[in-house]
């Protein structure tokens, strides 16, 4: 079991920037997936970035493609996710997620469903 802590959201003007990082705890293996999902109201969870940890690979949802980043600090178990040029459109509830998966390409673009642990979230709101 992997337990996961969430931190750095809050609000900021459109264009802006915010990092999220995301702690865990327990059992941390070299085949850990991690992943940075949001859901905004009236709408379903949707993927951001994924990461496997064992080699650094990262993937990005389209929207966020360019303008998010999605790292690893492997000393402190903690994923983070950097997002610059914020619009109004990313404002939601950020969840970071891990699972345990076998390869990059088992990783990489899993969805939400998909995923075992999950920190209890933090509110992004980006104001127009």
């Known amino acids: 079991q992997v337990q996961l802590m969430e931190s750095g959201g809050g609000s900021v003007e459109a264009g802006g920037s915010l990092t999220l990082s995301c702690t865990a705890s327990g059992y941390i293996t070299r085949r850990t997936c991690g992943g940075w999902f949001r859901q905004a109201p009236g709408k379903e969870r949707e993927r951001v970035a994924n990461?496997?940890?064992?080699?650094?690979?990262?993937a990005y949802a389209d929207s966020v493609k360019g303008r998010f980043t999605i790292s690893q600090d492997k000393s402190r178990n903690t994923v983070h996710l950097i997002m610059n040029s914020l619009k109004a459109e990313d404002t939601a509830m950020y969840y970071c997620?891990?699972?345990?998966?076998?390869?990059?390409?088992?990783?990489?673009?899993?969805?939400?469903?998909?995923?075992?642990?999950w920190g209890q979230g933090t509110q992004v709101t980006v104001s127009a």
């Open positions: 997620a891990a699972a345990d998966a076998g390869s990059a390409g088992n990783c990489l673009f899993r969805t939400y469903s998909t995923f075992q642990n």
């Open positions: 990461i496997w940890t064992s080699s650094g690979s990262t």
